[in-house]
């Protein structure tokens, strides 16, 4: 048990939509950081988050936003969503804001029909 | 950000062979970070590596940073079953960069 803890485990939605990622970092974690792993395919970085601000920002659609909460969990908000966007979201936190080792959450596979 | 290069994609081995995958990037890393995800799993971290030159060892998994800091190796000796999985290498200084990792199965 990494002690990242992500919800829901499963969502299934149409194309159009609007759905939210939750995240919860391991205990005294202060980054989070999102990731897009699309079917065998490798890890897409989003955008990571430190102690409530934006550390860091990747691959992210315009279409997609993230935010962290004072109490440090995380939400990742993606919007008219497309078929391209089913994946599997992985949700990772860490002490510091770089160079440290991150602990991943078990993910949240996105369906879009 | 830039990508560190990781190949082979993919690696085939039967079980008892030694398996390496390796990571390039063209630019000076801070670190080097590798991970493995088990099939339907998440990643898990394995070790951090930062001095150049720098080799570790978990059992049969022995690390390496080279001497330039631009490139690291993982190798697995006498592969077993459980070795099974997508090896990513990872670096998280100014930006957020992952290898598109190594898948290796393993026939017994």
């Known amino acids: 048990d990494s002690g990242v803890t992500q919800t829901p485990k499963h969502l299934i939605t149409a194309t159009g939509q609007r759905v939210t990622l939750r995240c919860s970092p391991r205990?005294?974690?202060?980054?989070v950081y999102w990731y897009q792993q699309s079917l065998d395919q490798g890890l897409q970085f989003l955008i990571q988050?430190?102690?409530?601000?934006?550390?860091a920002k990747g691959n992210i659609l315009e279409r997609f936003s993230a935010q962290q909460f004072p109490d440090l969990h995380s939400e990742l908000n993606l919007s008219s969503l497309e078929l391209g966007d089913s994946a599997l979201y992985f949700c990772?936190?860490?002490?510091?804001?770089?160079?440290?080792?991150?602990?991943f959450g078990d993910g949240t596979r996105l369906s879009i029909l | 950000g830039q990508q560190v290069m990781q190949i082979p994609q993919y690696q085939h081995v039967q079980e008892g062979e030694d398996f390496t995958t390796y990571c390039n990037s063209s630019?000076?890393?801070?670190?080097i970070q590798w991970y493995k995800q088990r099939p339907g799993g998440h990643p898990v971290f394995l070790i951090q590596?930062?001095?150049?030159?720098e080799v570790k060892k978990q059992k049969r998994l022995t690390f390496q940073f080279g001497e330039a800091k631009k490139n690291s190796s993982l190798h697995i000796t006498a592969t077993q079953t459980t070795d099974v999985g997508t090896y990513f290498c990872?670096?998280?200084?100014?930006?957020?960069?992952f290898g598109a990792g190594t898948r290796l199965t393993v026939k017994p």
């Open positions: 990772a936190s860490s002490v510091g804001s770089f160079n440290q080792p991150q602990h």
């Open positions: 205990s005294g974690d202060l980054s």
């Open positions: 988050y430190y102690n409530g601000e934006e550390r």
């Open positions: 630019t000076t890393l801070s670190n």
């Open positions: 590596l930062v001095k150049s030159g």
């Open positions: 990872a670096n998280n200084n100014n930006d957020m960069r």
